[in-house]
């Protein structure tokens, strides 16, 4: 069992930045893929980007790439969504989801395992 808490979260101008953070109970972190998934108003809650369990590889969405840099800390089983350059539409509710290690990366949220309760960013224009 695995348990996620996103921090960070909150309202920012269009071009700034924030850091959210997404911390794991237990103790094989390491041996989690971890996603970071949005969801804005009246949306389906979509996929941002992931990491794998080590932290060696990266995927991310194309609307993304270049702004937001996703990085882990399995020693404080952390996992972290750096975001910079921020638009409006990046406003969403922004979760951590956790899905055991493999051999490619999920990009559905329905292929992972545990949730955290998300936390909202708001980029004002």
């Known amino acids: 069992q695995v348990q996620l808490v996103e921090s960070g979260g909150g309202l920012v101008h269009t071009g700034g930045s924030l850091r959210l953070s997404c911390a794991a109970s237990g103790r094989t972190f390491s041996s989690y893929d971890m996603g970071w998934f949005r969801q804005a108003p009246g949306k389906d809650r979509d996929f941002v980007g992931a990491?794998?369990?080590?932290?060696?590889?990266?995927y991310y969405k194309d609307s993304v790439k270049g702004r937001f840099t996703i990085s882990r800390d399995n020693a404080k089983n952390t996992v972290y969504l750096q975001m910079n350059s921020l638009k409006p539409e990046d406003t969403a509710v922004y979760y951590c989801a956790a899905v055991a290690s493999g051999s490619w990366f999920r990009l559905r949220d329905r292929e992972y395992e545990y949730w955290g309760q998300g936390t909202q960013v708001t980029v004002s224009s």
């Open positions: 990491i794998t369990g080590p932290g060696y590889s990266t």
